[in-house]
């Protein structure tokens, strides 16, 4: 079993930034890719990052509507997965969570992690 918790959520006005963590424990020697994804009252989850490691390599993906404001990375010393989200805007307004898996073949795909946390709510007021 992988445990996840999620840390870092709050309220922030447009154009500001907040940085989300989901620290991993458990067996995590089997996890090789983490997410995070999103879901707005009355929304789908959504997806908006993930990050992927191979040995030495490390690859990341991004939902179109985070690309260039938001930066997924990893720290492997504390088995811990970091969301930059910069340049908020209302629009980023969900309950966001961390998820893990050991594979996936979409990485957008919520069905296909198997491990979740309980979520962070991110509010951006404008």
């Known amino acids: 079993q992988v445990q996840l918790v999620e840390s870092g959520g709050g309220l922030v006005q447009a154009g500001g930034s907040l940085r989300l963590s989901c620290a991993a424990s458990?067996?995590?020697?089997?996890?090789?890719?983490m997410g995070w994804f999103r879901q707005a009252p009355g929304k789908d989850r959504e997806f908006v990052a993930a990050?992927?490691?191979?040995?030495?390599?490390?690859?990341?993906n991004y939902a179109d509507s985070v690309k260039g404001r938001f930066t997924i990375s990893r720290d492997n010393a504390k088995d811990t997965v970091y969301l930059q989200m910069n340049s908020l805007k209302p629009e980023d307004t969900a309950v966001y969570y961390c998820?893990?898996?050991?594979?996936?073949?979409?990485?957008?795909?919520?069905?296909?992690?198997?491990?979740w946390g309980h979520g962070t709510q991110v509010t951006v007021s404008s």
């Open positions: 458990g067996s995590i020697f089997s996890i090789n890719v």
């Open positions: 998820a893990a898996a050991t594979w996936v073949d979409t990485y957008s795909r919520p069905s296909e992690y198997k491990y």
């Open positions: 990050i992927r490691w191979s040995g030495d390599y490390t690859w990341t």
